[in-house]
């Protein structure tokens, strides 16, 4: 094991005391988290623009129904790579298979540019959902096992937060790629950018050994006629399996919540926007330039929240409690994401409220790198985080499905009823589409209502074999 250091868990210090190989360590996982949320956001930019083109821009309605089943396809690769390669991480190696897990996503990434219909398209993102999906608990369980106690929850904190940073990334990207005016096929580029990572697998090989902790558990585990990483060991023991099922849910609020309707406020702004243009009598090229401009700043914006509200997760986490932090922000996130979906209306809000719901509906995910891995042991932790993180996407993968029904539903009585009483039908679609969100955000408060349950890990060791 590395040395054990003499600062406490609620001093800020814990970078400059890291030796030069725990913040190798680090830096890599962050990294390799970092472009994992990247090739994410990436495909949130280029998922509509993608559909415009392999199916045709005359059908708004199929183009906006196709999004959230390929937005579905991509949530259910990730969830079963989260499985695969959690179980994986503990048995060979969590370095091994971060590195593997990364070259997946990368040229996953790069071959959606190649996509000439839906089927070739939902392969790959399939594809990239695998190696996104393993990426989390691997990074988590590796930083994990190589820092100290009073280190660890910070770093595993910041290691989030930097999730943020390859959204903003994304942020900046789209906009780039849209000042580039390249036309209708500018999704390809996205795409392309997205394989870049693919260059960290060369130094997560080479320079990254497998943590000494990870070495020990696995070797006694094969003493004693067991296998690292096995579902059936984290099942039979009733800790580890009430830890997992309860872990599973609380990360569900999270998951679902932005993925089923945090990443959809992208289009929500789009057609804003869009509508906006139309009305004070913009080109169609003066929409589209607009449309996806703002949609890039929306993306930006939220993410500069979201770094934020990581870091003061942490922070209260770290002096005050896990669960605690848990209750304040899931709250928070609940009634904060209802007031942006029903009021946004301008670029100026978009400047301020995107950045607000950023910092609540992200924050939550800070809490979900610390605290699973506090609660399995070494042999199961890679496992155990990759259960409760990434199961939680099959159910995830419902919500932009329940999204995309529900306002699909309402947008037809509001259209129905716009038309009879000589309403903006655009708008009573918009206005549905609010609506919809708003509902789904009682997800959120699943998360508060499991926190009981579950034990409050500050200050303690991580669980042994």
């Known amino acids: 094991m590395n040395a054990v250091m003499t600062t406490t868990e609620n001093k800020g210090n814990w970078w400059s ?18 472009f994992d949320c990247l090739d994410q956001q990436l495909f949130n930019l280029a998922r509509t623009p993608a559909l415009n083109q392999l199916i045709g821009p005359d059908d708004p309605a199929l183009v906006k129904k196709m999004a959230g089943y390929m937005t579905s396809v991509f949530v259910l690769g990730w969830a079963t790579g989260g499985m695969i390669f959690g179980s994986l991480g503990d048995r060979y190696g969590r370095a091994k298979m ?77 906009l780039g790629v849209w000042a580039m005016q390249a036309g209708p096929g500018h999704w390809k580029w996205l795409f392309c950018i997205g394989a870049l990572p693919a260059l960290l697998t060369a130094t997560i090989q080479m320079r990254v050994k497998e943590p000494e902790a990870w070495v020990k558990a696995r ?12 579902y059936k060991d984290l099942f039979s023991n009733p800790t580890w399996r009430k830890h997992a099922l309860l872990g599973m849910v609380l990360s569900c609020a999270g998951v679902i919540g932005l993925w089923g309707i945090g990443v959809f406020s992208t289009d929500m702004v789009g057609d804003i926007i869009a509508n906006n243009l139309k009305v004070s ?10 449309k996806q401009k703002w949609m890039s700043i929306n993306l930006l914006c939220f993410n500069v929240g979201a770094f934020l509200g990581m870091l003061a997760f942490t922070r209260v986490a770290v002096n005050y409690g896990r669960r605690l932090a848990f ?43 610390i605290y699973l891995a506090e609660l399995f042991p070494t042999s199961l932790r890679s496992t155990g985080v990759s259960f409760c993180y990434n199961v939680g996407r099959y159910f995830a993968a419902a919500g932009p499905l329940t999204l995309g029904a529900l306002s699909a539903n309402m947008a037809i009585k509001a259209a129905e009823e716009a038309s009879k009483t000589g309403a903006d039908v655009v708008l009573a679609r918009i206005d549905a589409f609010r609506d919809a969100a ?20 500050k200050g303690k060791p991580l669980p042994q074999d």
């Not at 005391?17 to 890599?28: E, I, M, R, T």
């Not at 708003?438 to 499991?450: K, N, Q, R």
Request: with cysteine; aromatic share 12%.
């Open 219 to 230: 070797d006694k585990a094969a003493a004693e006629g067991r296998k690292a990483g096995s």
């Open 17 to 34: 005391a890291l030796n030069g190989y725990q913040k190798l360590v680090f830096a890599v996982a962050t990294m390799a988290w970092m």
């Open 281 to 290: 009598g913009g080109s169609a090229a003066e929409v589209a330039s607009g």
């Open 98 to 174: 971060l590195g593997i897990t990364v070259m997946l996503y990368s040229v996953a990434t790069g071959l959606s540019a190649l996509s000439t219909g839906l089927i070739d398209f939902g392969i790959y993102r399939f594809l990239t959902g695998l190696g996104v999906g393993g990426v989390f608990g691997l990074a988590v369980a590796l930083v994990s096992d190589t820092l100290s106690h009073e280190a660890r929850p910070r770093a595993l904190g910041v290691l989030q937060s930097f999730s943020a940073v390859g959204n903003v990334l994304a942020g900046f990207i789209g």
């Open 438 to 457: 708003s509902w789904m955000c009682l997800i959120f408060l699943l998360g508060v209502a499991v926190l009981p349950f579950l034990p409050e890990t």
């Open 327 to 369: 209750a304040i922000f899931f709250t928070c996130a609940a009634i904060v994401t209802v007031f942006v979906f029903q009021k946004l209306n301008t670029t100026t809000d978009v400047l301020w409220m995107a950045p607000l719901m950023g910092f609540f509906q992200l924050s939550v995910f800070a809490g979900f790198s």
